[in-house]
């Protein structure tokens, strides 16, 4: 079974950074797509950078300059690193991953558990 799990979240004071960082494992035959997504409280889940296949890396407005995103593709993880962090950073951080377990089968979405992100004013 596919298990996406992240890791690297916590609390941190305005301005600060974080590093998370997002392991997926299982059965998998490749991985197209790789990135994250948050959860605000009262807010709907909204992407917040991803790897494309094409090694795109498409960001949020609100993050742009502040994060980055990247693949190790050998060790099927993602990382994001996040400086300057503000107080509406904060949410739930969602691993998400489009992959295939087989070359014949279509790619389908698989998500981790949620790491959470606090940074305080």
């Known amino acids: 079974q596919v298990q996406l799990v992240e890791s690297g979240g916590g609390l941190v004071q305005a301005g600060g950074s974080l590093r998370l960082s997002c392991a997926a494992s299982?059965?998998?035959?490749?991985?197209?797509?790789m990135g994250w997504y948050r959860q605000a409280p009262g807010k709907q889940r909204e992407m917040v950078a991803v790897?494309?296949?094409?090694?795109?890396?498409p960001y949020a407005d609100s993050v742009k300059g502040r994060f980055t995103i990247s693949r190790d593709n050998a060790k099927n993880t993602v990382y994001l690193q996040m400086n300057s962090l503000k107080p509406e950073d904060t949410a739930v951080y969602y691993c998400?991953?489009?992959?295939?377990?087989?070359?014949?089968?279509?790619?389908?979405?698989?998500w981790g558990q949620g790491t959470q992100v606090t940074v305080s004013s």
């Open positions: 998400n991953a489009v992959l295939r377990v087989k070359s014949t089968t279509p790619a389908i979405n698989y």
């Open positions: 299982g059965s998998i035959f490749s991985i197209d797509v």
């Open positions: 790897v494309t296949s094409g090694d795109r890396t």
